[in-house]
């Protein structure tokens, strides 16, 4: 934390600034969690439409994350912080506003749907454009703003706020559970305090974009989704996709495998088990990967990973699915944050908002592939052997990592495990 106390004063006003911002949003993002699948059964959601409802925010995240990725270097991080944190604020009043609406039956294919089931899931796809709009527009300024010799600490500290936003949304939002006004409008307000940090705070001024760039030439011409097949990106989003298989398997699953291996644990303390191991590896990881480089602490978050899910797999107590959620928590902590900073490393300012967009888009696309595909998987065999399944997965990208992730066999395995230097980074003086 001595890095804060050597930046000049101004500086660490505004990443305080930023920093509570972030707070704001992913509190406000998570509180809604211990209510909103009870909201929707009451207008007659049976448990597969609840599921739509919930999967619709992955459908508006996809949809949104090419233009958002755009728009923050076009137009600047700080007007697609406001869009992103302003759905927070507005996406619990559009929930609530829904019961307020005329409804009607509809027959469906599939059996009969209230209306209003359809009305939340135009609200959930709406409330996706938050992480499409802010999580790529708050990676991008932290990194503009960080010195280039301590990008991955300043990086790693600042993401905190996802941890932190993470467990303290849930606790205020179960307090106020069944009360679907307050816990709504609770989160409206938390909303509200962000928007205001977010207008409060500061971006640098970037140079125009050049006509060319090294890494990623003419992508102004190109298509959004035929950039991610480009060497520096490609990889990461790849790896990115099968820890998102595994983390939306883990965040959907989790309670129902406990209830079928007969544990009787409370779920909540896997989360806090998780929130509070990302925590702590987020303090160390991002200053050590700025010394001995980015790769051995993606390959370190990618182990963990994998240990997490054949935890998992052959849990047989309530302490082993505590451990699972620990080591998930770890993996997470090290892998976001240090590739956010290897995502920085390889693109300039004026591209860091399509950098990082593409690379989460890997993400975003395991977590809604992970309910289907786990649930199938489930359906076929157990719980047990979806989690297995998953470990096996990001085995497979720690694997492809130590071989792939530069450009060629002997300089990725130096990358990934020697601290061998980043072929694909752009030099730490721009």
């Not at 233009?67 to 007007?79: F, Q």
């Not at 932190?164 to 939002?173: D, K, S, T």
């Not at 130590?402 to 072929?423: E, N, P």
Request: aromatic letters at 8%; proline letters at 6%.
């Amino acid at each position: 934390m001595k890095l804060f106390l050597s930046l000049e004063a101004g500086l660490r006003r505004n990443l305080a600034i930023l920093f509570v911002a972030g707070l704001c949003f992913w509190a406000g993002l998570a509180g809604l969690l211990p209510n909103l699948p009870l909201y929707i059964e009451t207008f007659g959601a049976n448990g597969q439409q609840i599921g739509l409802v919930m999967a619709c925010f992955a459908v508006g995240l996809l949809a949104f994350r090419p233009v958002m990725a755009r728009l923050t270097d076009r137009r600047g991080r700080k007007p697609v912080l406001m869009i992103g944190i302003s759905a927070i604020a507005l996406a619990p009043i559009g929930y609530l506003a829904v019961q307020y609406l005329p409804t009607t039956t509809l027959d469906l294919p599939n059996g009969p749907v209230n209306s209003a089931v359809l009305l939340l899931m135009l609200v959930r796809a709406f409330h996706g454009l938050s992480i499409a709009a802010f999580a790529t527009a708050y990676s991008a300024l932290i990194a503009d703003l960080a010195p280039p010799g301590h990008r991955g600490e300043l990086i790693g500290y600042m993401s905190l706020a996802n941890p932190v936003g993470m467990a303290l949304g849930p606790a205020l939002g179960g307090y106020f559970q069944g009360n679907f006004v307050l816990a709504f409008l609770s989160m409206t307000a938390i909303g509200g305090v962000g928007l205001l940090c977010v207008l409060l705070s500061r971006e640098p001024d970037r140079e125009p974009s050049p006509a060319t760039e090294q890494n990623l030439p003419n992508k102004s011409k190109k298509a959004f989704w035929s950039l991610i097949f480009t060497p520096p990106i490609r990889i990461p989003a790849l790896i990115l996709l099968l820890v998102g298989l595994a983390f939306g398997s883990l965040v959907t699953f989790v309670p129902l495998y406990a209830r079928e291996a007969g544990l009787a644990v409370n779920i909540g303390l896997v989360y806090t088990m998780s929130a509070i191991a990302s925590f702590a590896i987020r303090l160390l990881a991002g200053r050590a990967s700025d010394r001995y480089g980015r790769g051995r602490f993606i390959s370190l978050g990618l182990l963990f990973y994998s240990l997490s899910m054949l935890t998992l797999w052959l849990a047989d107590s309530v302490p082993m699915v505590l451990l699972a959620g620990a080591l998930q928590g770890a993996g997470g902590g090290t892998l976001i944050p240090i590739i956010g900073a290897l995502m920085a490393d390889r693109s300039r300012p004026n591209e860091r908002g399509l950098t990082f967009g593409l690379c989460l888009t890997g993400f975003d696309v395991g977590i809604a592939l992970a309910g289907p595909l786990a649930g199938q998987i489930a359906d076929l065999s157990s719980y047990r052997t979806a989690f297995g399944l998953a470990g096996l997965m990001t085995l497979l990208g720690l694997i492809i990592f130590i071989t792939a992730s530069s450009k060629d066999l002997a300089h990725s395995v130096r990358f990934a495990l020697g601290g061998g230097r980043d072929v694909y980074a752009i030099s730490l003086d721009r």
